[in-house]
């Protein structure tokens, strides 16, 4: 491999390179997105609060046409002029900062999720020597392509506010000589056209600029044949990494085969050394199942719980260390095992057919004493 080919960033990037690239808070999100959520809050403010809107707005305007600024208007009067015009147009406007507060907070969760990380808040000395960030930063292909993607975004929606609005030019010049309540509805009526003509091109713009961004992310974390290489040497050569790995496979392996011990049927033991649990269903299973088996210590823990859970065991040295060595656990027993294995097995079910004789005699015996 030529070391080109070894340097170029082919590679799908491995789940350790992506999370590098969110701890560094490197994700692929859309401004659009919170641009269009922000727009569709004040569509829904306009069109559900269009009574509440038009009642204070009214109340504003009645303020200022009622007020005459003449020399008898004192000092206090300006006060309280201005105070009730901004307490007017806060009232109108808090109930709307809440909301795109909110779908701000929203609109990055959906697309980060949950996300802490102190790594973009990390002082680095080359962030405070600004002359030699500004020529790379303001001069280079990035740049000017957010340059033209943002004029691109700003032509379309200036197009569609003048195509919404290119009919009604004349009314809007008559504006200030409607009725109060006329011209207020009248230019309620524009806004609302005006936002949801802009939500619509939003809608496109935002699904468009969020597959861009992934596209873009995606091949900024695309690796080279040799990273991923590294990377895999890296974690399969780390001594910690592979016990940790091991002990977790055990441990899962440990649990199922505790878990299976309780619905086997018989448990072929070797006293000193092996434990082997087998299960048969002849609705389900061809032949007999090795569903748990252990040494030593493990197998003293399936003698164990085998006792606690009734299941009946048999002493068979020979077969315990065959079947201990030639089946793995999950496995039916090979063919040249049917013979032994059967036997025990009848000899269980036996046990089983007499113990349940037994039970029903001694019921029997229990009632006719009484």
Known sequence: MSEEDAGEKTEEPTERRREEFRERGQIAKSQDILSLLVLAVGLSYFLFFGRFIYDHMGRVFTVCFETRFGP?????????FTARIFYEIGYILFPLATGVIIVGILGNLIQVGVLITTK???????????FSKFIPTFFNKQAFANLFTSLTKLFFILLVVYYTLNGDTSKIAQLSLMPLDQGLSYMFERILMVLFNIV??????AVVDYSWQIFQMEEKMKMSKQEVKDEHKLAEGNP???SQRRKRALDMLNQRMMSAVPEADV???????FSIALRFD?????APIVVAKGADLMALRIRRLAEQNDVTMVDNPTLARALYRQVKVGKAIPYEFY???????YYVYQLRHGSRLQRQNQVSQNRALL
Request: hydrophobic share 50%.
């Open 72 to 80: 008898d208007l004192s000092n206090e009067g300006v006060i309280l």
């Open 120 to 130: 973009t808040l990390e002082p680095k000395l080359d962030k405070l020597n600004f």
């Open 200 to 205: 619509l091109i939003m809608v496109i713009i």
């Open 240 to 242: 910690l990494i592979k």
């Open 267 to 273: 448990i072929i033991n070797n006293p000193t050394h």
């Open 282 to 286: 002849k609705n389900k299973d061809a």
């Open 339 to 345: 013979r032994a294995v059967a036997e025990i097995l």
